[in-house]
């Protein structure tokens, strides 16, 4: 059995996706911990009603990046996971905390990477003109939002969309692609050859 851990920082509906998947379908995998950065996110409550266990490890507690870093890692692998997923986590990690779980950390991030790295991805793919936007489940590097992209999932830009009903179109993919994606991972069928990763039986990594 695989252990996984998850980050949130709120709503958590990817990180529910994925425990509903992992039980639904049987996966050789736990969900053995959701950790949020912000005490009151609403996918604590969901966790702990899940009997997961839900932890907060506050960033205002701490004076800096680097001292908040070392105290996630230190939450993180107390749980000893094979897989860490960032869902919604909305912090900026560290080098140290890349390298600790190279391989093993997954993000998934609201654009087609590599255009719109960083925030507020919907509003500026938007503001380009884009008539195609999606999200991107990627390896992370210490690189923000570029690490060896494992899945993508694209919907059309229509005329007259807000960021709002983009990012809600978006999201229905989201919850497809982030439980697929963590599933290969724990039945060991990716293979990563520099920014490429590949799936070894030959599912499709687009979603649409
Ligand atoms: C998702 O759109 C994700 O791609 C982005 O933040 C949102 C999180 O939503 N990083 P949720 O907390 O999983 O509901």
């Known amino acids: 059995m695989k252990r996984i851990a998850i980050l949130i920082s709120g709503r958590g509906s990817n990180m529910e996706a994925i425990v509903q998947a992992c039980a639904r379908e049987g996966w050789p ?3 053995v911990a959701v950790i949020s950065n912000r005490p009151e996110a609403a996918g604590l409550d969901y966790a702990r009603r899940q009997g997961i266990e839900a932890i907060a ?4 507690a701490f004076a800096d990046r680097g001292t908040f870093d ?11 996971p094979d897989l860490v997923v960032m ?6 990690v560290t080098p140290a905390f890349t390298a600790h779980y190279a391989g093993r950390l997954l993000n998934i991030h609201p ?12 509003e500026r793919a938007l503001a380009a003109g884009c008539k195609l936007a999606g999200a991107t489940v990627h390896f992370v590097t210490a690189e923000l939002d570029h690490g060896p992209i494992v899945a993508q999932a694209m919907v059309p830009v229509l005329p007259g969309d807000s960021a709002q009903q983009l990012a809600a179109r978006v999201l229905v993919l989201e919850h497809q692609m ?10 060991d069928q990716l293979q990563i050859d520099g920014l490429r990763v590949s799936h070894r039986g030959g599912a499709a990594q687009l979603f649409t």
């Open 87 to 92: 869902a919604g986590f909305m912090r900026i």
């Open 178 to 187: 982030y439980p697929a994606a963590v599933r290969w991972f724990v039945e």
């Open 57 to 60: 490890v506050d960033h205002k």
């Open 70 to 80: 070392a105290a996630l890692m230190q939450a993180i692998d107390a749980q000893r």
């Open 29 to 31: 995998a736990q969900v």
């Open 111 to 122: 654009s087609l990477l590599p255009s719109f790295a960083g925030l507020h991805t919907h």
